[in-house]
């Protein structure tokens, strides 16, 4: 340099201060929290596999062309499953369209092999699997996606998709039960319900039972990634209900951190006994801020859960006994359930502290929302409304609001029974994410 002196900031030895030390812990959380944002080890963790499977000559310029086409962690590869009898086949190509994937229906590609599929014993499984993985291959060397319907009925038909390492991202099995299957029969011999041909009582009953004996079995490896819809709901209820859990990710291949949520909620709400049983549902710490500011008023109490450590702890504590007590070492480690009926100012104030779910019983909750997230974070461009959410959700008013990459808000209508908002809650904690749009 021209003037010989060394420039502050620039090495250890010369800091921007005598007093300077690098945040590396918070370094390190920024990092952690870019990376799970960006979805980076579910990018690599889709690539490893793809190079595994497909062995190409040039990896680079497989996986730039993968990358290319805008499935980051891969293309969706859905097998829609249902009873004989419920239309399966209409859902499944709408689904399809809906997300511009390629259609593959076994029971078409046998009609179109001129294969009988009005009796029983059809067709071979290995005779109806080089039809259905003859298209799947095209749509792989595509590198797009596939909506499989009717397959794999049995165990057997499993072991093809296994063989050429076909697995799937989402199975759908729609549900119904077998009065409502015989009375859509009847419909569609009446002729009062369009659809595919209805068939005798005696073929209907025997399908059943087969389906019985065999699907449980054939879609059993997948259950980590099944969703069940209600198929006796209109048909635009059961669409909506397949698209719903199309869009739901897998859960995310990064390191789990430990749960932080936190749940708002006045007095005489179920906040705090919803609190308590998610704790011990998910294995984390249950901690309450009325009943710690309560035991701390009062030393000595028998039940206190402050100890005389933990009320000097808080006296240091920026954020105060709530603040102390979330950073003892076993809700560090394990993560913490906070039941907090006061405003989230303390929580607002520290990041390694800050929840990432948020649950708010009615009134005062765009404040909270507010205070966690900043300005503009109760916007109507930052909300998605849905009521009730199909048959896995209860009939609870909820609002996601997906601002930050870390915390997501949910709110719980006033009105919901004790059990209607833990069902909600788990659901919200527990469950991927839907996909970005």
């Known amino acids: 340099m021209s003037n010989g002196l060394a420039v502050k900031g620039r090495s250890a030895e010369h800091p921007v201060a ?33 190079l595994m499977v497909k062995q190409p000559e040039n990896p680079l310029k497989h996986m730039l062309a993968c990358l290319e086409k805008g499935y980051p962690t891969g293309p969706l590869k859905v097998i829609v499953s249902s009873p004989p009898g419920l239309g399966r086949g209409e859902f499944a190509r709408s689904l399809a369209e809906r997300f511009g994937l390629i259609y593959v229906g ?35 060397h595509k590198m797009q996606g596939f909506v499989l319907d009717g397959f794999p009925r049995n165990p057997c038909q499993t072991t093809y998709l296994k063989e050429k390492s076909i697995v799937p991202t ?14 859509r029969q009847e419909s569609l011999l009446k002729g009062d319900v369009k659809g595919e041909a209805a068939a005798t009582p005696e073929v209907l009953d025997a399908r059943l039972k087969l389906f019985i004996a065999h699907n449980a079995l054939a879609l059993e490896d997948y259950a980590d990634r099944t969703f069940v819809v209600n198929a006796e709901a209109n048909a635009a209820e059961v669409l909506a209900q397949m698209e719903k859990a199309v869009c739901l990710r897998p859960r995310s291949k990064a390191p789990s951190p430990p749960p932080r949520v936190a749940i708002f909620g006045a007095e005489g709400s179920p906040a705090a006994d919803c609190a308590r049983k998610l704790a011990m549902r998910i294995g984390a710490v249950f901690v309450s801020s009325q009943k710690l500011l309560k035991d701390l008023a009062t030393p000595g109490a028998e039940d206190s859960t402050v100890s005389l450590a933990l009320a000097c702890a808080a006296e ?12 003892q070492v076993d809700c560090q480690r394990q993560g913490w359930v906070a039941d907090l ?17 948020v649950v708010t019983f009615g009134a005062g909750s765009d404040r909270i929302k ?19 959410g199909g048959s896995s959700c209860p009939p609870v008013s909820v609002r996601h609001v997906l ?22 809650i788990v659901e919200f904690v527990e469950r991927p994410l839907p996909r970005p749009h």
């Open 316 to 327: 240091k504590d920026p954020l105060g006994i709530v603040g102390a007590r979330l950073r």
């Open 106 to 140: 076994a029971g078409e590609l046998l009609r179109e092999a001129s294969v009988d599929t009005k009796n029983l014993s059809s067709a071979a499984d290995d005779e109806v699997a080089k039809l259905v993985l003859e298209l799947i291959k095209q749509a792989e």
């Open 403 to 424: 601002r930050s990459p870390v915390t997501r808000c949910l709110e719980v209508s006033v009105d919901a029974t004790a059990e209607e908002a833990f069902k909600a």
């Open 341 to 357: 009926s006061k405003d989230a100012e303390c929580l607002s104030q520290d990041e390694m502290l800050m929840p990432r779910r």
């Open 370 to 388: 507010e205070v966690l997230h900043g300005p503009g974070a109760v916007s109507r461009r930052d909300r998605v409304a849905t009521e009730g």
């Open 18 to 50: 005598a007093d300077w030390k690098p945040d590396l812990r918070g370094n390190l959380y920024e990092i952690n929290e870019y990376l799970e944002e960006q979805g980076v080890y579910d990018i690599f963790d889709y690539l490893l596999k793809d």
């Open 170 to 183: 989402h199975v759908l099995q729609l549900q119904a039960s077998e009065k409502y299957i015989q009375r």
